[in-house]
Structure formats: C-alpha cells, structure tokens
C-alpha cells in the first residue's frame, strides 16, 4: 500500500512567522500535487511539482520536490491569518494513475 | 461558471435507505472522481470514470456505485447505507486521467450522516 505521511497534522503559530509541512513516502511519485482545503469547501490545487529536486514558489509559499521523487515540502515565509486552511500533498501512482491523498495538515495563523 | 455542483448539502439518512448523491460539472472535463473526507484519514478514492461510459473502483468502493452516462453527470449511489458511511463527499472532475499535470477541480461537498 502506497501511503503518503503529512506532519505535523495540526500546526498553530502566530502571524509573521515562518513554517515547513512536510509530506513523504517510501514510494516514488511521477508527480506531487499540494492543494488547499478551507472549511465547507473543497480542496483547491497551489502547485504541482514533477521533477526531482524542483522548486516553486508562489509569493511567499517555496514547494520543493525531494530528489529521489519520495518526498516534498512546503515552506511559507512571513504566514499571514489568510494562510488558514488544511493543506493537502497529493501524488500520482504510477501504477494506476489515481492521485492518493496525504491526511493533510492543520495549520491556524492566528493575528 | 457553476464548475462542479453537488446535491444535496447535506443530509442526515437512516440506515438501510437508498441514497443518491448528485454531481455535476460544466467544464467539458473527460475524468470524474468521487471521494470521501473522514478526519484524520484524508480524502479516499470511491469510485472514478475516466471518460463517459467508463467507470472504476477505487480505494474504498465497497457500499457504492456509480454511473457516467453523459460527460456532465457523476451520480453516488448508497445502496443501503450504513453508519460507516457517514462522511463528508467530495466529487472532483479534472480534464483528463493520468496525468501529472492534471488539475482536480472539486465541488463544495455533501456531509451525510447515516444514523
């Protein structure tokens, strides 16, 4: 069973600081996607990486790709209350091309 | 643009009745998802369709159907619903299957709970 492993699962800290989420796998990827969940809603895609070792940055969120395609990351400098929401890793397999879903993590900016 | 409706809201249904969640979406897209959203364990593949006519088990099918008659409609169907199968429901549509690059789009959710 493939499994990808978000942490931390819940992540409070206050406005102006920076934090890492982390997302990982024994198994390598041909692609990861991160996508944001606020409540009532449903997710909504942030980025999609492909390339071990690939950086992306969207103002002032940095996902990066592991190496070895197994494992990602997500950097926000300066969070801000905005930044509130669950934040999902999602990969594709490459056995049967469906996306599986890290469990996600809680993160609350508070001002 | 509506993108990816679904109905009802929610919904508070007794076990051992027959329930049917509606999805449909608007953007021409050829792939179709449906998951569940239980805390702690993520969003789990129930079904998928990669284009119309098609459809797929996923991880956590055992309970549900579907159909994909058109390109538009995604329909979940609990045939006798259980307490287990209380969950918030999302369905997704991205424009094609297997692809990295693909981007889910999903709609608002059903929370049901069976009781």
């Known amino acids: 069973t493939q499994l990808l492993e978000q942490s931390p699962q819940f992540l409070s800290i206050q406005e102006g600081e920076n934090l890492t989420v982390y997302c990982n796998s024994s198994?390598?990827?041909?692609?990861l996607q991160w996508y944001r969940q606020e409540p009532g809603e449903g997710p909504v895609l942030l980025v999609t990486?492909?390339?071990g070792g690939e950086v992306k940055k969207l103002k002032r969120l940095t996902f990066q790709f592991g190496d070895a395609r197994k494992d990602s990351s997500l950097h926000i400098t300066a969070a801000q209350p905005g930044d509130t929401g669950l934040y999902l890793c999602?990969?594709?397999?490459?056995?049967?091309?469906?996306?599986?879903w890290g469990a996600g993590t809680k993160l609350i900016i508070k001002p | 643009i509506a993108g990816i409706t679904q109905a009802p809201t929610s919904q508070i249904l007794a076990a051992g009745r027959r329930m049917t969640l509606r999805c449909t979406q608007d953007?021409?897209?050829?792939?179709m998802y449906w998951y569940r959203q239980d805390l702690g364990l993520g969003l789990r593949l129930i079904h998928y369709?990669?284009?119309?006519?098609?459809?797929g088990k996923g991880e956590v099918p055992d309970g549900y159907s579907v159909s994909r008659a058109n390109t538009d409609d995604f329909p979940l169907t609990l045939a006798s619903a259980v307490p287990s199968q209380t969950s918030v429901y999302f369905c997704?549509?991205?424009?094609?299957?297997?692809?990295?690059?693909?981007?889910?789009?999903f709609g608002p959710g059903t929370r049901l709970t069976v009781l």
């Open positions: 990486v492909v390339t």
């Open positions: 369709s990669n284009t119309a006519g098609t459809t």
């Open positions: 198994s390598v990827f041909s692609s």
């Open positions: 953007m021409r897209h050829n792939a």
């Open positions: 999602a990969a594709l397999t490459e056995s049967n091309y469906q996306l599986i």
């Open positions: 997704a549509s991205s424009r094609t299957s297997g692809s990295g690059y693909n981007e889910q789009f």
